[in-house]
């Protein structure tokens, strides 16, 4: 969207789960017109000792990433969050941010992997999740012609 920004939002998550030995974060948007959603980020490694995100850590170099956590691909194919940008009339998006307690320390999932193959992959090493939806949605009327 023209003046959007592609900065991820600032994560905090408390109340882990034991035997947490890492987290990986995703955001999905379900409504993107694509028959089957659009995932806008997915970091994945994240140490358990690390329970906050700052604003801008899924910026391209991810300069704001723990040291070990690592980006995937997005479906824009970007290795960093890009932000939302619902079609111009489509009404509301819904974005999901989740933070995934995995008990293990590396998911084990290749860094070119899709965000929904690390879905899969997590499957059987979550532990518990905690999921902040936010909304979205560009009105047309606001926009210049």
Same mark, same amino acid.
């Given at each position: 969207?023209?003046?959007?920004?592609?900065?991820?939002?600032?994560?905090?998550?408390?109340?882990?789960?034991?035997?947490?030995?890492?987290?990986?974060?995703?955001?999905?948007?379900?409504?993107?017109?694509?028959?089957?959603?659009?995932?806008?980020?997915? !970091?994945? &490694? $994240?140490?358990?000792?690390?329970?906050?995100? +700052?604003?801008?850590? *899924?910026?391209?170099?991810? #300069?704001?990433?723990?040291?070990?956590?690592?980006?995937?691909?997005?479906?824009?194919?970007?290795?960093?969050?890009?932000?939302?940008?619902?079609?111009?009339?489509?009404?509301?998006?819904?974005?999901?941010?989740?933070?995934?307690?995995?008990? !293990?320390? &590396? $998911?084990?999932?290749?860094?070119?992997?899709? +965000?929904?193959?690390? *879905?899969?992959?997590?499957? #059987?090493?979550?532990?518990?999740?905690?999921?902040?939806?936010?909304?979205?949605?560009?009105?047309?009327?606001?926009?210049?012609?």
């Amino acid at each position: 969207m023209e003046g959007g920004k592609d900065l991820s939002p600032h994560l905090k998550w408390s109340g882990v789960p034991e035997g947490t030995k890492s987290f990986a974060v995703t955001a999905y948007d379900p409504d993107a017109p694509t028959g089957s959603g659009l995932w806008h980020w997915a !970091v994945i &490694n $994240i140490p358990a000792s690390v329970t906050e995100l +700052p604003t801008g850590a *899924g910026s391209e170099h991810g #300069s704001g990433l723990p040291q070990g956590a690592l980006q995937l691909p997005n479906d824009l194919r970007l290795e960093r969050f890009i932000g939302a940008a619902p079609p111009a009339g489509h009404g509301p998006h819904r974005y999901y941010f989740v933070v995934h307690a995995l008990d !293990v320390e &590396n $998911i084990g999932v290749d860094p070119n992997a899709t +965000p929904a193959l690390l *879905g899969f992959t997590m499957l #059987s090493h979550t532990l518990g999740r905690a999921v902040l939806m936010a909304t979205g949605e560009s009105n047309p009327s606001l926009l210049g012609s």
